[in-house]
């Protein structure tokens, strides 16, 4: 009897250890899910704002710059009209991975929503942040993608912004970067523009943007 309880304990024991196991690994996937885009696998922009938040609490903390950077595929819609959207995905994927492979470990990238993307960059100054989204924007556009039997290339449109620059909330900070980026597409897109150029009180500029 006495080895007929323990073993049946054992074996209870053993059970419960795997529906444990089980449960852990669901949950983490789907914490994973619901931070993640489905497409590119990268952050997703609630993933994105917490970070924000988090990198700004610690930045005011120690007193380090954090940049960022927001990232539009220039055309998005046109090359989806010719070549289908399957093929507008490819060219989101292809970014995806072309940003993993030369940022930092403790850089962060999230798909903000489209064709936008975002990289959040700690300890690091719009000057800095400049080289890096230069060097992205010249690899992608020597990118060429071939789909379906045809050749698709792009190009992107990159406005960077730190918090050196009187954006010290995450409001702040994503609005300067988008206005970055307006004004890289209104000048004629494949270009990079610092916040800092036009300056935090273009009210002009700010008022075509909204």
Not at 101 to 120: M, P
Not at 173 to 198: E, I
Request: proline share 2%; glycine share 6%; aromatic share 8%.
């Amino acid at each position: 009897p006495y080895v007929f309880f323990f073993a049946s304990m054992a074996q209870m024991s053993m059970s419960l250890a795997f529906m444990l196991l089980i449960n852990t690994t669901l949950s983490n996937q789907l914490k994973n899910l619901a931070a993640t885009d489905p497409l590119t696998g990268l952050m997703n922009r609630r993933s994105l704002d917490i970070e924000i938040a988090r990198q700004l609490a610690n930045e005011q903390r120690h007193g380090e710059c954090l940049s960022l950077m927001m990232i539009d595929v220039d055309h998005f819609k046109k090359l989806n009209d010719k070549f289908g959207h399957p093929a507008g995905d490819e060219v989101l994927r292809r970014l995806a991975h072309l940003m993993q492979s030369v940022v930092r470990t403790n850089d962060y990238i999230a798909r903000y929503g489209g064709e936008e993307f975002c990289i959040l960059l700690p300890g690091t100054t719009e000057t800095q942040a400049l080289v890096l989204a230069d060097r992205i924007r010249r690899l992608f556009t020597d990118l060429i993608i071939e789909w379906d039997g045809n050749i698709i290339s792009s190009s992107v449109s990159i406005g960077v912004a730190d918090t050196e620059h009187d954006a010290h909330e995450a409001h702040s900070l994503l609005s300067a970067a988008d206005l970055a980026l307006y004004m890289a597409k209104h000048q004629g897109r494949n270009r990079v523009v610092p916040f800092s150029t036009y300056g935090q009180h273009d009210v002009s500029i700010i008022a075509r943007r909204s």
